[in-house]
């Protein structure tokens, strides 16, 4: 059973930056797509940002277009989620999830485990 574990979220003022981390255990991420995804309280789960097995191809949600980057380290079994210029609105819990194929995609759907999810809280 693949068990994703996130780190680095935290308190931060608007126009700061945090790097999100996200490893597997229990199984190899390698061959998957991964993906971040982000909920704020009283809102819909929302796509954040998306990679492919090999890193070669991502995507990215309209709201952090330009801001966030996704990367990934296969040797590691790691994805990473770095983000910059901060906004409030960007306030929510930040969650990992491994993809049921090499591809990305951009729905949760395409998702088959998740992990516990790392708050991210970002003051005006």
């Known amino acids: 059973q693949v068990q994703l574990a996130e780190s680095g979220g935290g308190l ?3 126009g ?4 999100l981390s996200c490893v597997a255990s229990g199984g190899t991420s390698a061959r998957y797509g991964m993906g971040w995804f982000r ?7 929302e796509f954040v940002a998306a990679i492919n097995w090999s890193g070669g191809s991502t995507e990215y949600g309209d709201s952090v277009k330009g801001r966030f980057t996704i990367s990934r380290d296969n040797a590691k079994n790691a994805v990473y989620l770095q983000m910059n210029s901060l906004e409030p609105e ?3 819990a930040y969650y990992c999830a491994q993809g049921s194929s090499f591809g990305l ?3 949760s759907m395409g998702y088959d485990y998740w992990g516990q999810g790392t708050q991210v809280t970002v003051s005006s």
């Open 16 to 19: 700061g930056s945090l790097r």
């Open 39 to 45: 909920q704020a309280p009283g809102k819909d789960r």
């Open 12 to 14: 931060v003022q608007a």
């Open 105 to 107: 995609r951009t729905t």
């Open 90 to 92: 960007d306030t929510a």
